[in-house]
């Protein structure tokens, strides 16, 4: 007869597996990708597939030639990696920057660490922001050729809504007068879909309805999302109330830029995000302040990258000090 080891209660199962929780992102990135190519054509789906393509090789190099251990792209997490960089890059970023993105990403900021689980940033931030500081010509490229079937306009070339705003303000426009010049700044317009930015940027509701399977699967919880969202929105209207002429409102601000992407997708990967709830919202909280602040201060027009790096980086510290109640204990 086998022996048994029974352990002490609670006895808690599941029959999630990363594969699962990996294909469940994945679906959830698909209404973003699909609008993304169908606004911004076929060279969309070339450097998404291309990075994810790149991320899997990478990984399984690594692990096989290098580690020496057994491949793991089955557990899908690779893809995911290669799916968010490239909706995090512009449409006209060459394929040969693509492949350096994924090449850090996997290569050094997950493999490194010794691979799934174990790395302390997200690994497509960490290749799109190393890519934005290496390539900044490319990464602030926003030019496209637009599908025939959208546009009879060739391409569309200029800023992102961001990018606008702050070009415009250092320029002494007022943004009643930048929002008035540029009808893609209107809100709703943002909402549906928007010309300007990154691949998975192009439309908010996509990206809400993503985040809406997320929360349908269990496969997040909505407190870092939704306190990154409140915050922004909070601290963007206290500057906007102090000065409308300055300042986007809240709402601008909410649907701009890489923010629902960032706070849907990456703050809320399992590995880079603190384990409790209270230390969920202390972290949701502190990358939306800094993003509201590099975006209105800093050097870049967007900060959601940065912001969730640096948080990445003191989840360690909220895992130490926010621990939950121990399971029995009364105080």
């Not at 960089?85 to 006209?92: M, R, T």
């Given at each position: 007869m086998k022996n048994f080891i029974i352990?002490?209660?609670p006895h808690i199962h599941s029959d999630n597996t990363t594969r699962k929780l990996m294909r469940d992102v994945i679906i959830a990135l698909l209404p973003a990708a699909l609008v993304s190519v169908y606004f911004m054509g076929f060279p969309v789906l070339y450097m998404i597939l291309i990075s994810i393509g790149s991320a899997v090789l990478f990984e399984y190099l690594i692990k096989k030639f290098v580690m020496k251990t057994k491949p793991t792209v089955n557990d899908l997490s690779a893809v995911v990696t290669g799916l968010l960089?490239?909706?995090?890059?512009?449409?006209?970023t060459p394929l040969w920057v693509v492949i350096i993105g994924s090449f850090v990403a996997i290569a050094i900021a997950k493999m490194t660490f010794g691979g799934l689980g174990q790395n302390i940033w997200n690994p497509a931030l960490v290749g799109r922001v190393f890519l934005l500081i290496s390539f900044p010509v490319f990464l602030t490229n926003w030019s496209y050729d637009i599908p025939s079937?959208?546009?009879s306009v060739d391409a569309f070339s200029g800023a992102t809504p961001l990018g606008l705003i702050k070009e415009g303000l250092a320029g002494g426009s007022s943004v009643q007068d930048l929002i008035a010049a540029n009808?893609?700044?209107s809100n709703s317009q943002m909402f549906l879909a928007k010309s300007g930015g990154s691949a998975g940027e192009v439309s908010a509701i996509a990206l809400i309805l993503g985040f809406i399977y997320l929360l349908i699967r269990k496969v997040i919880k909505p407190h870092i999302t939704?306190?990154?969202?409140?915050?922004?929105?909070?601290?963007?209207?206290i500057f906007w109330l102090s000065d409308p002429t300055q300042y986007m409102d809240p709402i601008f601000n909410l649907l701009s830029g890489g923010l629902l992407l960032g706070s849907i997708f990456m703050a809320t990967d399992y590995v880079t995000s603190p384990m409790n709830p209270k230390a969920q919202i202390v972290y949701g909280v502190g990358i939306g302040v800094l993003t509201v602040l590099i975006r209105l201060f800093g050097s870049y027009p967007e900060g959601v990258s940065f912001a969730i790096l640096i948080m990445?980086?003191?989840v360690p510290l909220l895992n130490k000090y926010m621990k939950p109640k121990r399971f029995g204990r009364v105080k």
């Open positions: 352990s002490q209660a960089l490239g909706l995090n890059l512009p449409p006209a079937w959208i546009s009808p893609q700044l939704l306190s990154i969202l409140v915050t922004v929105f909070v601290f963007s209207g990445n980086s003191i």
